[in-house]
């Protein structure tokens, strides 16, 4: 059974960076489609950044300034690095990867941004 594992948030104050990574276990075939969702409170889960099938990037249009998802060579395993973040970035971070034909989602990160 694929898991997905985040780490890396915390509470920090405007301006500072985080750096988010998520690493999967349970398989060995090579995810094709790994990303980061974020869900604030009240709100629907949205899309942050993505590796497509092929190694493309999307990322939300919001946040492409700022954050940066890479992924570590030969693993299966990514990270966020978030930078000049603001109180509108408060949200749990959820890492999310396609595999099997399916969703797989971690148990998610907080991230708090004080002003």
């Known amino acids: 059974q694929v898991q997905l594992v985040e780490s890396g948030g915390g509470l920090v104050q405007t301006g500072s960076s985080l750096r988010l990574s998520c690493e999967a276990s349970?398989?060995?075939?090579?995810?094709?489609?790994m990303g980061w969702y974020r869900q604030a409170p009240g709100k629907q889960r949205e899309l942050v950044a993505q590796?497509?099938?092929?190694?493309?990037?999307d990322y939300a249009d919001s946040m492409k300034a700022r954050f940066t998802i890479s992924k570590v060579s030969g693993k299966n395993m990514i990270y966020l690095q978030m930078n000049n973040l603001k109180p509108e970035d408060t949200a749990t971070y959820y890492c999310?990867?396609?595999?099997?034909?399916?969703?797989?989602w971690g148990q998610g990160t907080q991230v708090t941004v004080s002003s």
């Open positions: 349970g398989t060995n075939t090579r995810i094709n489609r």
């Open positions: 590796y497509r099938t092929g190694g493309a990037k």
């Open positions: 999310n990867a396609f595999i099997n034909w399916s969703d797989v």
